[in-house]
């Protein structure tokens, strides 16, 4: 079983998440949700050695309220998935992941207008106040 798994992932689309379908079909790259009828146990081993050797895919186990959880994450270039959580649900696993994506260049130039302007007014009783100080600290010329 698990050499029929290695099999659908090695025709999965490159850089894209190798998720192992039911009856050995590769299901959609494209997706960020997966619910898959394998156990966490069994999926474990298959991502062991789908990734086996490369020190840029780690394994993280844990848990949350949900249950038994494995987290994978990747630092590998060209990949188009970044962390993957795997959620045990008994018989079968979800597979939440975290897609990567990638913008050309873009060329920006121009003189944009600052984003904010700050006014401050003051009021007629401060005016008058300034007024009485100038007067009394200034130095008067005739």
């Not at 099999?7 to 790259?29: E, H, M, N």
């Not at 050797?53 to 990747?74: C, E, H, N, P, Y």
């Amino acid at each position: 079983m698990l050499s029929a798994l290695l099999a659908v992932a090695l025709t999965s689309a490159p850089g894209a998440f190798p998720v192992p379908g039911d009856k050995g079909q590769v299901l959609d790259a494209r997706a960020v949700h997966f619910h898959v009828p394998h156990g966490l146990a069994q999926l474990e081993r298959f991502y062991h050695q789908e990734f086996k050797g490369d020190a840029q895919v780690t394994f993280v186990r844990g848990s949350d309220d949900k249950g038994r959880t494995l987290t994978i994450r990747s630092k590998r270039e060209g990949e188009s998935w970044a962390k993957a959580v795997l959620h045990d649900e008994g018989v079968a696993t979800s597979i939440d992941v975290s897609p990567v994506i990638r913008m050309g260049q873009v060329d920006v130039s121009g003189t944009p207008p600052p984003v904010a302007s700050l006014v401050i007014v003051r009021s007629s009783h401060v005016e008058e106040q300034l007024d009485q100080i100038t007067e009394d600290h200034a130095p008067k010329h005739q």
